[in-house]
C-alpha cells in the first residue's frame, strides 16, 4: 500500500519565479493538505482540498494556490517567489475516518 | 486562536534514560492531540494520538495521556534508545485529525549511547 507521495524530492527557483508541487495521497484517502514547514519550525497550514475545492485555508497569501485532480492528487502552485518561501514543503492525506499521514516533503530553495 | 506550546530544546538524553516532553495547548473547541516525530531528511510520522479526555496514546513505548484539566499531552517513554533521536511534534486538530493540524515548534532529542 503506497503511502503519500511527492515530487519533486528537491527544487530550486529564484525570485519571482513560480512552482508547481505535486502530491499523490495515500490509498482510499480523499482529502489533501498542504503545510510549510520553514527550517527549524512546525509545519505551518497551507490549506486543504476536498472533493476538488478549497475547504479550509490558513494564514497564507494568494500567491499560494492549489488544485485537486478528480483522483484525489493535488498541486500547490506559488507564485512570485521571495526568498521566505524556501522552506519543506509536506503534502498530506486524510480521510472522514483517518488521522492525516505525510509525505517525504519537497524541499524548495529560492535564490 | 489554537495554538499548541512545546517544551524548548534541544534535549540530549542518555541511553536508556527516561524522557518527557511537555506540550500544552490552547483550543476554542474539544481537539484532538498528537504527537509526529521527523527524522532527519524525513517527513512527518504519527507517532501517537488521543482524541478525547483522559485517553492514553501509545505507540512504540511511547506514551502521552490527554489532561483537559491542565490542558497538556506530555510525551513520556521509560527508556529511550538511540534510534529516538529525531525531532518530536505536538500538535491539535479539530476534527479527529481530518481538519488542519496546529503544530508546535518541535523538541530535537539526541540520545548518546
Known amino acids: 500500500d503506497a503511502g503519500v507521495t511527492q515530487s519533486p524530492t528537491h527544487l530550486i527557483k529564484t525570485r519571482g519565479q513560480q512552482v508547481t508541487l505535486r502530491c499523490s495521497p495515500k490509498s482510499g484517502h480523499d482529502t489533501v493538505s498542504w503545510y510549510q514547514q520553514a527550517l527549524g519550525q512546525g509545519p505551518q497550514f497551507i490549506f486543504q482540498?476536498?472533493?476538488?475545492?478549497?475547504?479550509q485555508r490558513g494564514n497564507f497569501p494568494d500567491r499560494f494556490s492549489g488544485h485537486q485532480f478528480p483522483n484525489y492528487s493535488s498541486e500547490l502552485n506559488v507564485n512570485a517567489l521571495l526568498l521566505g518561501d524556501s522552506a519543506l514543503y509536506l503534502c498530506?492525506?486524510?480521510?472522514?475516518?483517518?488521522?492525516?499521514?505525510f509525505g517525504p516533503g519537497t524541499r524548495l530553495t529560492v535564490l | 486562536g489554537d495554538s499548541v506550546t512545546q517544551m524548548e530544546g534541544p534535549v540530549t538524553l542518555s541511553e536508556e534514560a527516561f524522557l518527557t516532553i511537555n506540550c500544552t495547548y490552547t483550543?476554542?473547541?474539544?481537539?484532538?492531540l498528537f504527537w509526529y516525530v521527523q527524522y532527519p531528511g524525513e517527513g512527518l510520522q504519527l507517532l501517537l494520538k488521543a482524541t478525547k479526555a483522559d485517553d492514553k496514546g501509545s505507540n512504540k513505548g511511547f506514551e502521552a495521556t490527554y489532561r483537559k484539566e491542565t490542558t497538556s499531552f506530555h510525551l513520556e517513554k521509560g527508556s529511550v534508545q538511540v534510534s529516538d533521536s529525531a525531532v518530536y511534534f505536538c500538535?491539535?486538530?479539530?476534527?479527529?485529525?481530518?481538519?488542519?493540524?496546529?503544530f508546535g515548534t518541535g523538541t530535537r532529542l539526541t540520545i548518546i549511547p
Open positions: 483550543a476554542t473547541g474539544y481537539p484532538s
Open positions: 500538535a491539535l486538530s479539530l476534527d479527529f485529525g481530518n481538519e488542519k493540524l496546529t
Open positions: 498530506a492525506s486524510s480521510d472522514r475516518t483517518d488521522t492525516q499521514y
Open positions: 482540498y476536498y472533493e476538488e475545492e478549497e475547504r
